[in-house]
């Protein structure tokens, strides 16, 4: 799998995990149809954590910077 659709797929698992925290509920679904039930909000909290910190190297690789010049 590439970085972006690794990129992608957590992005997406992230998103959803993060409205089925703030709607209350205790259980997702993730990208395969599996459903995960959390015990408590810190344990929801700890599993957005640590999406957020595989996420952070992906993001980085990702920044494309463009260097300009009116051509003189």
């Known amino acids: 799998m ?3 659709a690794l990129h992608s797929k957590l992005a ?3 998103d959803r ?3 089925a925290r703030y709607s ?3 259980r997702a679904r993730d990208s ?3 459903e995960i039930e959390y015990k408590s909000d810190s344990e929801m909290a700890k599993a957005i ?3 957020d910190a595989e996420l ?3 993001q980085r690789h990702a920044t494309v910077r463009f260097q300009t ?3 003189l």
């Open 17 to 19: 995990l993060k409205e």
């Open 32 to 34: 395969t149809g599996e």
């Open 56 to 58: 952070a190297p992906i």
């Open 69 to 71: 010049s009116k051509g």
């Open 12 to 14: 997406e698992w992230r």
């Open 24 to 26: 209350g509920t205790r």
């Open 2 to 4: 590439n970085q972006q």
């Open 49 to 51: 954590a640590a999406i």
